[in-house]
């Protein structure tokens, strides 16, 4: 039975009631300028395993904890280095995850064992209201299913989550369209854990050194730890097989009609030159636009399944800057097969 209900982050009375169902201990989908987030109270074990149960979520897969403000997340923390204060005035509030050395006040399963903990200071004004109507630290990892597309509106989440949570707090389509930047400044350089809004070059801008973590855009082995959301277990995917793919779209094309290939997820540009050959054609952006190409991803990928397609070849994005993240998150959907369409096998 559906009992999750529909709130509106324009009226000021459901965002009072959505604080008070996270007060309770309950379970609510909030928008942010990312994704939404199934929000429960972080310093409330209870209530954050509520989490894992409802997302069938590893218990392995750390959260992130949403916050105010840098001073709000003092509590939660050992220290702020000066980096840390100077990446929070330069994106906070924002689409940047910060990781610090986490106080004894964080619980062990926010953390997943880890001695860090994941902070963000959001955007969206309906996630700020929230945030100060309830006066807590909100876990918040995506509203969806583990391993499914994240929900970039509030439909998204009923689809995966209705039943299973408390409440979605609607405030409309996500604007950024993939999770956080994510960036450690617990190991001895400052390291891109997992990228976001927040391009590579933005944060060299403000820290100077950064390193770029292998699993960002490699599979993580078994027996490694994930040190941020995203990084490790199958991510993003929809229930369609797909493979990303390099080439012209004549080479594409080709290579879709040797492996009966159903769909291709393409660029704008492509839509116009269809070849004659039965499969679905979906576009997520223009080829040289990445931050329109996240700002629709999830919803393309959520559509596939909707097809009933099966098999969907996906044309690469650019693999620079914001490019980056709408790749990595590609790379996690389709379980890092990668093919070049021009070569042979």
Aim: charged content about 20%; some cysteine.
């Amino acid at each position: 039975m559906n009992d999750t209900k529909l709130l509106f982050a324009a009226q000021p009375g459901d965002i009072t009631f959505a604080a008070e169902l996270l007060q309770a201990g309950k379970l609510v989908a909030i928008p942010t300028e990312t994704v939404y987030g199934l929000a429960a109270n972080a310093l409330d074990p209870a209530a954050v395993a509520k989490i894992f149960t409802a997302k069938g979520r590893p218990q392995d897969n750390p959260l992130i904890v949403h916050v105010l403000s840098l001073e709000e997340a003092a509590p939660l923390v050992k220290h702020i280095p000066p980096q840390a204060r100077q990446l929070a005035e330069a994106f906070w509030p924002g689409p940047l995850t910060i990781v610090l050395k986490k106080s004894a006040l964080v619980p062990e399963i926010v953390s997943a064992g880890l001695g860090t903990v994941a902070l963000r200071s959001p955007s969206h004004p309906a996630a700020r209201a929230l945030l100060q109507a309830c006066g807590l630290p909100l876990a918040a990892p995506s509203a969806n299913r583990s391993g499914s597309p994240s929900p970039t509106s509030a439909q998204h989440v009923l689809d995966d989550m209705a039943g299973r949570i408390a409440a979605v707090l609607d405030g409309g389509s996500c604007g950024v369209g993939v999770e956080s930047t994510v960036v450690t400044l617990a190991a001895s350089v400052p390291t891109l854990l997992r990228p976001g809004g927040i391009s590579p070059s933005q944060l060299r801008a403000v820290l100077g050194e950064l390193d770029i973590a292998q699993g960002v855009t490699r599979e993580l082995a078994a027996d490694e730890q994930a040190h941020s959301p995203g990084m490790k277990h199958k991510h993003y995917a929809p229930k369609a097989k797909l493979t990303l793919v390099h080439g012209t779209l004549e080479h594409i094309m080709r290579y879709a009609q040797a492996n009966k290939i159903d769909g291709l997820l393409c660029f704008d540009e492509d839509i116009s030159q269809q070849f004659a050959f039965d499969c679905t054609w979906l576009s997520y952006g223009p080829a040289g636009d990445p931050a329109e190409q996240a700002r629709q991803l999830f919803a393309k990928l959520r559509e596939i399944d909707k097809l009933g397609l099966r098999n969907v070849l996906v044309r690469c994005p650019m693999k620079d800057d914001l490019g980056l993240a709408v790749y990595n998150r590609l790379l996690r959907a389709s379980e890092f097969r990668e093919v070049n369409a021009g070569v042979s096998e």
